[in-house]
Structure formats: structure tokens, C-alpha cells
């Protein structure tokens, strides 16, 4: 299953050789590990399938954060284990098959965001735009990932980057954020600031010295704090939205499901943002966010009857909302919002098309006889 399509290990970013050993790994352990690595070398597709079984997942939030995209992060799961089978008699044991992983993934991405068929660049907001435009609006390809498949993808205890899968480091901003690096600062700030790999094995899986490495770490984190909201430093232990967040989730939900604008308006900040990506668009305070939302939810023009179901997205409360049209039978899904508060005011909101509902286990229309039920 795993000699399918799929360029070789060899790239523009090397071979999948091992990084050296981790320090704290057990002696005890050295039996098991060795004849792991006889069976993957000898294409034992039993003890290899099991071992890219365990850690699929925590590659493919691995891949989402490289790449913004949570259908391009799949696609890179599958070239990732592609390009170990294929480069099964180079692992020697010497790292963890976890940790060498990480190294063909991170190489994969590169490689993929390096292509003229998926070069991507981030537009450049104008100058006469917003000081605070919110990253995500410039990064057309953002999407959401659904909190089920993030705890599936929790290390394993013990594991050294036991917080990877926490709030930080998967939130939108953050996401947004990291994709105005460039790809290598990207990869060097996952890879230590994230995954907590050490220096030398950074340096080692990017073909890069050591003293490379602390200079993109450096420059990446200063691009960092320029971009990132100040309040993100209160989430550094949280993996789950606060009591707070989830009751303003709920008046959210209810006010959007009666049309009801002020009390909408009452969950606002002044200083609101709503991006919509792919479109580069902002708009920016409360405002023009009600201007926007106003002819869909009153008078003449409005559009019907609302049904709105909470989610769980890149740890954040989120909905996704449908509309029942005139004269039609069901709801028919029409975006899920992402939302950011403070203090028990929303301040940002990020609305994606409803085509990525699929992802979280909902259907594209409802009947209403499914709601009454």
C-alpha cells in the first residue's frame, strides 16, 4: 500500500537520513528499537503500516501548520509515508520513527511550497489599510481544522512536545501569522518552537548549520510578535475555550438564529474585525460588520430562516450557519464563522464557505425535520 504514487525521498531537500539519537532516550529500550528497525528496513509493511498508524495524525497538524491548509496537510500525510517507504533502508534506528517522520514531512512541505504549481505568496497589505488587518485575510488558502481530529492527534504522554496540540500553536492568528514567513523560517520556528526539537536535529533535517538555525529562529519570532495579538500570551495553557467564550458562543448562536442585529450588536466590540479568505477583504469595526450583515438578516432582501450549530474549531468557538430560503424545503449551509473574544466581547471573527463542513461530520443542507427532532 505504501509503493503507490509519489516522488522519491531525494528532493531539492535531501535524503531522509536520521538525526542523531534523542538524549533521553531509554538503554532499555535499544532491543526494541533495533528490531523495529530491521522490519521497517526489510519492508515489513505490518510493522511499518502500525507505525505510521500511531503517528498520522500528529503529522498531519505538523502539515497544517507548514501549510495553512488542512486538505494540502492530508495530501502531505500521504507523501510523507510515501517517501519513508520508499526510504525504508535508511532508517537505521539511530532517531525515532517518530523523529524522522517529522523530517520527511517538514522536507515534503518545503518541497511543495518550493513548486511553481503551489508557489504561494501573501499579499501585501496596502499601506493605506489598517495597522491591525488581521493576518488571515492575506492568506487566502487558511483553513479551519475540527477539534476531533486534533485529539486524535495528541502526543503520546510523556512525549516531548506534549503541548503541541495546545491553543497557541493551532489557533487561526497563529496559523495566519506563520505563513507570512518564509518557508525555511517557518519549518526552523515549527520545529523548535513548537515541536521542541533540539538545535542540531533542526539544523540536521533542514540541511542547515546551527548557527543558520538561530538566526531564522530569531528573525521568525520577531516577524511573530509583530503579528500576533498581545492577548494570544494569555492562552499559552489552554486547549479548549473558556466557560466565558462558549456562553458568548451560545448568544451568538441564538441571537443569529432569531436575525436578531442588536442583539448581534451587543456581542461586538467596537474595534471588530471579519476576514472572509480566500477574499482579501476586512471589514473593519462594528460598524461596517453590521453594515455587512444587516440586508441579509432584516427587510426586504433578507434571506429566511437561520439554523446555526456550535463547533469546535483551532480550539476556538465557531458556528456553522445555515439559511432555509423562501419557498425552499431546507437549510442550505452558508459559511461557519470562527470567533475570537475578550473580556466577553467578540473582537474577530473569520468566515470560511460552507464546502468545509464535510471536514466537521455536517451535511451542506438540513431538513427541518431533522432540527425539530
Not at 80 to 96: C, D, I, K, P, Q
Not at 187 to 208: F, H, Q, S, Y
Not at 270 to 288: H, I, K, S, T, W
Request: aromatic share 6%; charged share 25%.
Amino acid at each position: 500500500m505504501w509503493r503507490r504514487r509519489g516522488a522519491g525521498v531525494s528532493g531539492r531537500h535531501g535524503t531522509a537520513r536520521e538525526s542523531p539519537a534523542d538524549p533521553t532516550t531509554d538503554s532499555t529500550a535499544d532491543s526494541t528499537a533495533d528490531s523495529t528497525a530491521k522490519a521497517v528496513r526489510a519492508g515489513d509493511e505490518a510493522v511499518f503500516g502500525e507505525l505510521a498508524a500511531r503517528h498520522r495524525h500528529e503529522l498531519r497538524v505538523h502539515c497544517y501548520r507548514m501549510l495553512g491548509s488542512f486538505t494540502d496537510a492530508e495530501d502531505l500525510v500521504q507523501e510523507t509515508l510515501l517517501r519513508a517507504w520508499r526510504a525504508r533502508e535508511s532508517f537505521e534506528g539511530r532517531a525515532t520513527f517518530r523523529a524522522w517522520l517529522y523530517r520527511i514531512a517538514t522536507n515534503a512541505c518545503l518541497d511543495a511550497l518550493s513548486g511553481p504549481a503551489r508557489a504561494r505568496e501573501v499579499v501585501a497589505a496596502a499601506a493605506s489599510e489598517s495597522p491591525r488587518r488581521p493576518a488571515a485575510a492575506d492568506v487566502a488558502w487558511l483553513q479551519p481544522y475540527p477539534d476531533d481530529l486534533l485529539d486524535l492527534a495528541a502526543p503520546d504522554e510523556g512525549a516531548p512536545d506534549a503541548v503541541a496540540i495546545s491553543r497557541e500553536t493551532v489557533e487561526l492568528a497563529f496559523l495566519a501569522a506563520i505563513q507570512h514567513l518564509p518557508p525555511r523560517q517557518r519549518a526552523v520556528l515549527i520545529l523548535r518552537d513548537v515541536v521542541g526539537r533540539p538545535v542540531a536535529e533542526t539544523a540536521e533535517a533542514l540541511e542547515m548549520s546551527v548557527a543558520s538555525v538561530k538566526s531564522a529562529l530569531q528573525r521568525a519570532r520577531a516577524t511573530l510578535r509583530e503579528r500576533l495579538p498581545r492577548r494570544r500570551a494569555d492562552w499559552a495553557a489552554a486547549t479548549r475555550p473558556s466557560r466565558d467564550e462558549l456562553d458568548l458562543l451560545e448568544r451568538y448562536v441564538t441571537a443569529s438564529r432569531n436575525a436578531d442585529l442588536a442583539a448581534l450588536a451587543a456581542l461586538l466590540r467596537e474595534d471588530v474585525r471579519q476576514a472572509m479568505p480566500p477574499a482579501a477583504l476586512v471589514f473593519d469595526g462594528r460598524a461596517a460588520v453590521l453594515d455587512m450583515w444587516r440586508p441579509v438578516l432584516e427587510g426586504e432582501e433578507r434571506w429566511g430562516e437561520w439554523h446555526c450549530v456550535p463547533l469546535a474549531v483551532n480550539r476556538q468557538p465557531a458556528v456553522a450557519n445555515y439559511v432555509r430560503r423562501p419557498g425552499e424545503t431546507s437549510y442550505t449551509a452558508v459559511n461557519i464563522d470562527v470567533l475570537c473574544a475578550e473580556d466577553g466581547l467578540i473582537t474577530e471573527i473569520t468566515t470560511f464557505g460552507p464546502e468545509l463542513l464535510p471536514l466537521f461530520g455536517l451535511p451542506l443542507s438540513i431538513q427541518p425535520a431533522v432540527i425539530e427532532s
